[in-house]
T-cell receptor
């Protein structure tokens, strides 16, 4: 596809379960970001991958959160033992080079019941 | 550390009136600055960006923004607002000093009155 693709678009899970969110960036984009947006809030940085460099994990809120990226392709964000405060829209974005604008996916809306 | 402040959480403006959204940033080097818009039920869309050169940048949908280094500001303006401009607007800062990691402000929600 032409844009950043995220799946699933919606996910409802029970508290304590693990969830995995997927992001397919635009082909050739070296940079990939995950952000979280709680209802009515701004974008909270989670993690950033740039090429083969070590990812910047400084935004991950706890050790229940982790993310992986294989080369310059798909990324998965995993949340273990979900809590109700994890409910949010998780946005993925990619860019082609340093200083290029971000292209955002439509997000995954996660609801933890 | 880099940061972005959008002082106005909500702004209400009449259709046809002018709009200005404030953005102040903190960054230790030459910043790259962006404005994104998030319309209801839609993803984030880039309005405009500043990297270097002319400090007044033009974007899509009739928006413009002015970079003022002395004030660490990058305010967004539109001369005449349309009802379709009702949305949430986010300012962001990044740059090579931060490996291009973008930091976003908390957003300003714009409501347009008929």
């Amino acid at each position: 596809g032409a844009g950043v693709s995220q799946s699933p678009s919606n996910k409802v899970t029970e508290k304590g379960k693990d969830v995995e969110l997927r992001c397919d960036p635009i082909s050739g984009h070296t940079a990939l970001y995950w952000y979280r947006q709680r209802l009515g809030q701004g974008l909270e940085f989670l993690i950033y991958f740039q090429g083969n460099s070590a990812p910047d994990k400084s935004g991950l809120p706890s050790d229940r959160f982790s993310a992986e990226r294989t080369g310059e392709s798909v990324s998965t964000l995993t949340i273990q033992r979900t809590q109700q405060e994890d409910s949010a829209v998780y946005l993925c974005a990619s860019s082609s080079t340093i200083a290029s604008p971000l292209h955002f996916g439509n997000g995954t809306r996660l609801t933890v019941t | 550390a880099q940061s972005v402040t959008q002082p106005d959480i909500h702004i209400t403006v009449s259709e046809g009136a002018s709009l200005e959204l404030r953005c102040n940033y903190s960054y230790g080097a030459t910043p790259y600055l962006f404005w994104y818009v998030q319309s209801p039920g839609q993803g984030l869309q880039l309005l405009l960006k500043y990297f270097s050169g002319d400090t007044l940048v033009q974007g899509i949908k009739g928006f413009e923004a002015e970079f003022k280094r002395s004030q660490s500001s990058f305010n967004l303006r539109k001369p005449s607002v349309h009802w379709s401009d009702a949305a949430e607007y986010f300012c962001a800062v990044g740059g090579t000093a931060a490996g291009n990691k973008l930091t976003f402000g908390g957003g300003t929600r714009v409501l347009v009155k008929p």
